[in-house]
């Protein structure tokens, strides 16, 4: 069975860091892109940022760049979310999300294109 297990969410003060994971298990990350999601309370579902099969090519959404960095390691099965200056805006259930694709530099953040989800991770900024 294929599964998405996102870690390491938690409370954290603005201004803080945290570092979140997506571990595959059941499957080889190999030919997947990657995506991470967050829903926010009362407000839409947003595309944080997503990452090609290899790495090569990554993209974030306007309010989190230059704050987020994604990464993967495909030997451990794992992409992370290295998450820096959290605001208290960035509080939400964060999905990680895999597209199983052929392009390589594909990196997309189309929720409805993804075909495999985690159950979330839920990140809190707060003082």
């Known amino acids: 069975q294929l599964q998405l297990v996102e870690s390491g969410g938690g409370l954290v003060q603005p201004g803080g860091s945290l570092r979140l994971s997506c571990a595959a298990a059941?499957?080889?990350?190999?030919?997947?892109?990657i995506g991470w999601f967050r829903r926010a309370p009362g407000k839409e579902r947003e595309g944080v940022s997503c990452i090609s099969r290899s790495g090569g090519n990554t993209n974030y959404a306007d309010s989190v760049k230059g704050r987020f960095t994604m990464s993967r390691d495909n030997a451990k099965k794992t992409v992370y979310l290295q998450m820096n200056s959290l605001k208290p805006e960035d509080t939400a259930i964060y999905y990680c999300?895999?597209?199983?694709?052929?392009?390589?530099?594909?990196?997309?953040?189309?929720?409805?294109?993804?075909?495999?989800w985690g159950k979330g991770t839920l990140v809190t900024v707060s003082s």
């Open positions: 999300a895999a597209l199983r694709t052929n392009v390589q530099r594909l990196c997309a953040l189309d929720y409805y294109a993804m075909q495999y």
């Open positions: 059941g499957f080889t990350l190999d030919y997947y892109a």
